[in-house]
């Protein structure tokens, strides 16, 4: 089965931090974008970082220098390092994969809640 599992999502206090993990099982041949996008109460979902074949990344304005997102192709594995959280983090946190050469897919995880307290 194709999947996206994320786990490291829990309880911090403000300006501590969480690592997030996004393992892609079941996957043949590996997504050319993967990223995080989260979403809060009442509002919408809303990218928070990609990193494109491993390489180039590309951030939210509002985490740009306080998150980092990596990637290990031998794990099939996403990683979103966050730092400096602030209580306006607070979310569920989505993984995703995409990849737009054949074979095109695309995959969400189940999400994982962050929250940061004040």
């Known amino acids: 089965q194709v999947q996206l599992v994320e786990s490291g999502g829990g309880l911090v206090q403000a300006g501590g931090s969480l690592r997030l993990s996004c393992v892609a099982s079941g996957i043949i041949v590996r997504p050319g974008v993967m990223g995080w996008y989260r979403q809060a109460p009442g509002k919408q979902r809303e990218l928070v970082a990609t990193i494109i074949n491993g390489e180039s990344t590309n951030y939210a304005d509002s985490v740009k220098g306080r998150f980092t997102i990596s990637r290990d192709n031998a794990k099939d594995t996403v990683y979103l390092q966050m730092n400096s959280l602030k209580p306006e983090d607070t979310a569920v946190y989505y993984c995703?994969?995409?990849?737009?050469?054949?074979?095109?897919?695309?995959?969400w995880g189940q999400g994982t809640q962050v929250t940061v307290s004040s």
């Open positions: 995703h994969a995409r990849r737009v050469t054949i074979p095109a897919y695309e995959l």
